[in-house]
């Protein structure tokens, strides 16, 4: 997100810029490992799965639907300057995890 912002990316359609089959492998294995995660937490929790499974949906669709809106009016708004402020944001979430677990914070 960051070098995208800063080398200024190519402003195309939606339509224009299809998702390749690689990206879309990859995508489809991250989504796989988060659903056999929240599985297996539920699983072990002794919660009824139907509920479950409908709050999740909804919560989804719905902050789904919200974040799209959102990032749209950002985007256009503030371009660039967001996209710098998503990317640090990314990276310093997943330097947290990892020193989260590796017992160093």
Known sequence: ????????????????????????????????????????????????????????????AVLSFVGVLLGRRVGRRFGGPAEIAGGVILILIGTRVVLDHTGLL
């Open 1 to 60: 997100m960051i070098w995208e912002a800063v080398r200024g990316g190519e402003d195309t359609d939606e339509d224009s810029d299809p998702l390749g089959v690689r990206e879309l492998v990859v995508l489809a294995v991250a989504t796989s490992i988060d659903a056999l995660a929240v599985g297996i937490s539920v699983a072990f929790l002794d919660v009824a799965v139907g509920w479950a499974v409908l709050l999740i949906g909804v919560c989804t």
